[in-house]
């Protein structure tokens, strides 16, 4: 996607990201930083908007994103070790990657191959921020983990829990009438599923 500035913010702005910040249109515009150049998505930071906030603009289809019930805590999932995230409420991720390659893949896995490719795996708030502007980069059985955040245990070490965004097949807790929607979840992080891939950008930047 070439990083249009004016058009992402719009996009937002009528998702209605704006809103949700507690912002008027034009206080959030205020906050966009420049496009990088090339391609680029505009990201929504958990600082603005939380992640659990973000989720239910997400749409396929007409059916909401939404959060899996047992993920209260999203909020907790913060960048791991080793990623430094821009401290503004917007910011640019560039060259993004939904990882396919990796599928059947393991977090424990992949993360170092994200990396030793100079890559950066994607927080939860930057792969949805990504399908806010890009929702058809979220295909059934071509989904992806976001392997940047994870929340660290009180007693040190991290919960097992990966979050993962994918489309829902209406069983379970998800309810019927969310078949077919984008969904917020989680997968155990030594587990590996043919159907999720591991996104990763080139780089985050400030533009």
Not at 113 to 140: D, H, K, M, N
């Amino acid at each position: 996607m070439t990083a249009d500035a004016a058009a992402q913010t719009a996009r937002l702005v009528e998702l209605g990201a704006s809103a949700l910040a507690g912002l008027t249109d034009a206080a959030f515009a205020d906050l966009v930083p420049d496009a990088p150049a090339g391609d680029g998505v505009l990201v929504v930071s958990p600082s603005l908007v939380p992640a659990a906030d973000l989720a239910p603009l997400l749409a396929l289809d007409g059916r909401p994103g939404f959060v899996v019930e047992d993920m209260t805590d999203l909020a907790e999932f913060v960048p791991i070790e080793g990623e430094l995230v821009p401290d503004a409420p917007l910011y640019w991720i560039t060259g993004l990657e939904r990882g396919d390659e990796m599928a059947n893949w393991s977090p424990a896995e992949a993360l170092p191959a994200i990396r030793e490719r100079g890559r950066v795996p994607l927080t939860v708030s930057e792969g949805i921020s990504w399908l806010l502007q890009e929702p058809e980069r979220l295909e059934r059985n071509q989904c992806f983990m976001t392997i940047a955040s994870r929340k660290p245990k009180a007693r040190g070490g991290l919960d097992s829990r990966t979050p993962a965004l994918w489309i829902s097949n209406g069983t379970g807790r998800d309810g019927h009438e969310r078949k077919g929607a984008p969904k917020v979840g989680w997968c155990w992080a030594n587990n590996r599923h043919t159907w999720l891939g591991f996104a990763s950008a080139a780089a985050r930047t400030m533009g």
